[in-house]
DNA sequence: CTTTGAAATCGTTAATCGACGATAAACGAA
DNA sequence: TTCGTTTATCGTCGATTAACGATTTCAAAG
């Protein structure tokens, strides 16, 4: 990256690229699955569920509350953590766009030109 | 990233980071969208559309045919590029399974614990 | 006030990414 | 075969990411 050209893409790109970076990594996928499931909000289970570090799920978990699909609520020592129901629903929104612009099955068989 | 840690996860989990991957980049969303729209397939094209040089152009098909998201097929001196069907159905498979997993809009006003 | 536990931040390191220009490769046409 | 066009690859460079351990912060207990 020269120097950053994202700024020449659309802003609509822009956002739909940024929450899809946030899903762009194994640990990120699979702390989003944990909190999905158990809907009531964890916190440093996460880290007893995850193969990485403190340090590291709190870099990702970082990561994600700036990407706004997770919230932290702190609640004494310790921090709860949840979908954000507004930015996943954003998230379904852009992402679930992109991914519907392909007519389906397209019926060819897999011809290109 | 001192040691890959990707593997401790699931291989699910891996192939979902990386569809979200190959779409975390304003250019390569970009690049969908221009390849959804005029369904059949451009080449260089797409240089005369981004706002990127052709050799960065490129690259970024890379990524996104080793994702197995677009095609491309060789047409005398140029490459004619197009969504790949079966790519995009797993992506929309798996990525629309992760976004449909939190339940909709949960009811909640936005309590976290 | 001090201890203790949890979580965030800091500092570091290696690896990967994004971008570019330059060069090479592929191919049709002259 | 040689030329022009199109695309891919190479080499480079700065920026960013992923990871860790160590340290700091913060709030509840004691």
Redesign the interface.
């Known amino acids: 990256m020269a120097t950053h ?2 700024e ?3 802003s609509l ?2 956002e ?3 929450i ?11 702390i ?2 944990l909190l ?2 158990r ?3 964890v916190c440093g289970e996460l880290v007893l569920e995850l ?2 570090s403190q340090s590291t799920v709190s870099q990702h978990l970082k990561e994600l509350k700036t990407a706004g699909l997770v ?3 702190v ?1 004494g020592p310790r921090v ?7 930015g ?2 954003r ?2 929104q852009l ?2 766009g ?6 389906t ?2 019926l060819q068989p ?1 011809a ?2």
């Open positions: 050209k994202k020449q893409f659309t790109e822009q739909i690229a940024a899809a970076k946030a899903l762009g990594h194994p640990a990120r996928v699979a989003l699955q999905a499931q809907r009531s909000c193969p990485i919230q932290g609520e609640d709860c953590y949840c979908l954000d129901p507004t996943w629903a998230a379904r992402l679930g992109l991914l519907a612009e392909l007519p099955p397209s897999d290109c030109c």
